[in-house]
């Protein structure tokens, strides 16, 4: 059993980052970690989300809307094709009750995915409520999101660190509506968004790409993870193939970082401490907060 070693690097000790990584991570505001998970671990949240199409699919089919359930057809491709029968849409940019469930904790909580956490939040982590799957369809521009700080979504946030972990659910590349980064940029603090009018999303008053600035296209694989900071300036392109880019993200903190009135902060749970073991959340007690919250029934999906 390996036991923490106090003559590691303390910024290493925590978790499975290496100092490089973590140097990358406080650098860049981001970091790509490859194959945290193996492909299987994510086999039932795709069951989840698959279940949820299956669903749909149905009421379509009863209200006469479509005549194929696409029983058949791949993950990635599924719920467009069944959309594309009678011209439908993604009603939403993300799923999140519907997608409530124990793989989605298992997946919060998964110990590698905890472990790349722990490394930034001195093994003291908790989740903090925020989790989406998200279906980017073809040419859509519902789930295309402009840069953003997250921050910009999650007021009172900016003086504290917040990490957000995405998960691709399929391949992904700019062809398919990956994420970009523009590197270094959480080191500006929060800067102005505003809605648009017709927008869905705001946008950064002063467009963070203007000058000479670097873009990192992300291409990841299913298995990788990119996590990233509240503050760090990130996009989501269109995607221009014919399937859809499913991924997941959650989002996570330090125990003890304050979340203020977070709509999410009712589900938030410690997943992680070596200080008090015994505030470790399971399942059932994540359920049991899922269950006291306003979360079921305030959400279209
Ligand atoms: O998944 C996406 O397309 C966008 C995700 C994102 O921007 C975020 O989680 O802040």
Not at 202 to 221: Q, T
Not at 261 to 281: D, G, K, Y
Request: net charge negative.
């Amino acid at each position: 059993m390996v036991t923490p070693d106090s003559s590691l690097d303390p910024l290493n000790s925590f978790g499975s980052l290496s100092p490089t990584q973590i140097q990358t991570f406080q650098n860049q505001g981001y970091l790509v970690v490859r194959q945290v998970v193996s492909p299987s671990d994510l086999v039932p949240m795709v069951g989840i989300i698959s279940r949820v199409v299956d669903q749909q699919a149905d009421r379509f089919y009863a209200a006469g809307k479509i005549t194929d359930l696409c029983q058949q057809a791949p993950f990635e491709d599924r719920w467009y094709r069944i959309l594309q029968q009678f011209g439908g849409q993604n009603e939403v940019y993300g799923w999140h009750t519907t997608v409530f469930s124990q793989a989605l904790f298992d997946l919060i909580t998964h110990p590698a995915v905890l472990d790349v956490v722990g490394s930034l939040t001195e093994g003291e982590t908790q989740f903090n409520g925020d989790f989406w799957a998200r279906p980017k369809l073809p040419e859509e521009k519902l789930t295309t999101l402009p840069w953003h700080q997250d921050s910009a979504y999650m007021p009172d946030t900016e003086h504290h660190t917040h990490l957000t972990v995405w998960m691709p659910l399929v391949d992904v590349c700019p062809e398919n509506g990956t994420l970009q980064f523009v590197p270094g940029s959480h080191k500006l603090g929060l800067k102005p968004h505003l809605r648009i009018e017709g927008e869905s999303f705001k946008s950064p008053v002063d467009d963070p790409a203007d000058g000479n600035v670097d873009i990192d296209s992300l291409e990841m694989e299913v298995g990788d993870l990119v996590i990233f900071h509240n503050l760090v300036f990130h996009r989501s392109l269109i995607n221009h193939t014919e399937s859809i880019r499913w991924s997941v993200d959650f989002r996570y903190s330090q125990a003890n970082t304050p979340l203020g009135e977070l709509w999410h902060r009712p589900i938030s749970c410690i997943v992680r401490s070596h200080r008090f073991p015994h505030m470790v959340a399971g399942w059932d007690d994540w359920r049991a907060l899922w269950n006291a919250s306003p979360h079921k029934s305030n959400f279209l999906w």
